[in-house]
């Protein structure tokens, strides 16, 4: 089963944030995204924008919409 948390998680970043398509050359700034897209879909988690079972993807949308109704909640987290 733990397994199968780990390929949910690197799922998320390869259809979420397209992490296989990232081609950056410096291995200091690929390490650092990557921890970023990490924060960042952990935070997408946990983050309630109002309707049940809204998909990663569809909160980055929603959250871009309207970023001053959000940030508050975000930093909160």
Same mark, same amino acid.
């Given at each position: &089963? @733990?397994?199968w948390m780990v390929e949910s998680y690197h799922w998320h970043l390869? /259809?979420?944030? &397209?992490?296989?398509? %990232?081609h950056t050359i410096d291995k200091a700034a690929a390490y650092n995204l990557n921890i970023i897209?990490? +924060?960042a879909i952990n935070t997408l988690? +946990? +983050?309630d924008v109002g309707r049940? %079972? /809204?998909s990663l993807k @569809?909160? &980055?949308y929603m959250i871009? +919409? @309207?970023t001053e109704k959000y940030i508050?909640?975000?930093m909160q987290i």
């Open positions: &089963r @733990s397994h390869d /259809v979420t944030f &397209r992490e296989d398509g %990232n897209k990490k +924060l988690k +946990l +983050l049940k %079972n /809204v @569809s909160k &980055r871009s +919409l @309207s508050e909640k975000i």
